[in-house]
């Protein structure tokens, strides 16, 4: 299936510093291409993929699960920890998770992460019955475009495969484990009204790391896609002032690429 339009991966060759950014379930790169564009502009060597099932149409996420997410963002942090002397994780909601499991996983490797609207656990007794539901129906309504500005949209699927749903649930159990060994500086904003991820989420995740440099915003304007809400600005500036208190220097600006 082809890639909506939109939703391509994006990557920029700019310094030695450098970003990896996770979308969130059922979105795609473009939730989070203005945060790219915004460290691009300023030097920082970029990656933002794609992940396996999402950008196309959701009866194509039905066949994957979190180790296929997980994998293509663990593949995209090796390239970079290549290519960069300091590279920091960013992710929106299951993004977040994303970017909290590699950096349980890869240590003094991730200099840094910044967290928006992360999400820990999928809620109400949907979650519960997931395990039997999802053999009997393909998909639910869908959770995209939570955004409070009018004059913004968010591609993505308007349904939930309940398959990638239930390996979703499982996926946050995996990371919400592995939390005490999250070390790294770690900066997390959050929207009071978001009406995917609850606010408990990110106490959660604040209450069982080990990081000691933590850091909390409330986005008090925007609802669960803030990166392309009345907020974004801010998530943008905080997440540069972030970079720039951790790394020394931020390279010279490079070319830049999609796909």
């Given at each position: 299936m082809p890639v909506l339009p939109g939703a391509e991966p994006f990557r920029h060759e700019g310094g030695e510093v450098g970003v990896l950014l996770c979308h969130g379930f059922t979105?795609?790169?473009?939730?989070?291409r203005p945060w790219a564009d915004h460290l691009a502009e300023r030097g920082l060597t970029v990656s933002l993929p794609l992940l396996p099932g999402h950008g196309t149409r959701w009866q194509d996420m039905q066949v994957t699960g979190w180790q296929d997410w997980y994998a293509e963002v663990d593949r995209e942090l090796r390239a970079l920890s290549d290519r960069c002397s300091q590279v920091f994780v960013f992710g929106l909601s299951m993004g977040g998770a994303l970017a909290l499991r590699l950096a349980a996983k890869h240590g003094d490797e991730i200099s840094g992460l910044v967290l928006v609207n992360p999400g820990n656990k999928v809620h109400g007794l949907a979650a519960y019955a997931l395990p039997v539901v999802r053999h009997l129906l393909p998909s639910t309504k869908g959770v995209a475009n939570d955004i409070a500005r009018d004059d913004s949209?968010?591609?993505?699927?308007?349904?939930?495969?309940?398959?990638?749903?239930?390996?979703?649930?499982?996926?946050?159990?995996l990371v919400d484990t592995d939390l005490p060994q999250v070390t790294q500086p770690l900066l997390l904003l959050h929207s009071p009204q978001d009406h995917v991820v609850p606010p408990a989420d990110s106490a959660r995740i604040l209450s069982r790391v080990s990081s000691?440099?933590?850091?909390?915003?409330?986005l008090e304007q925007s609802y669960h896609v803030a990166t392309l809400d009345h907020d974004a600005e801010r998530i943008f500036d905080e997440s540069i002032s972030f970079i720039g208190r951790l790394a020394p220097s931020v390279g010279k600006k490079g070319s830049t690429s999609g796909g």
């Open positions: 979105g795609s790169p473009q939730s989070l949209v968010e591609i993505g699927y308007d349904r939930v495969p309940l398959h990638a749903a239930h390996s979703l649930r499982n996926f946050f159990r000691t440099d933590v850091e909390e915003i409330l």
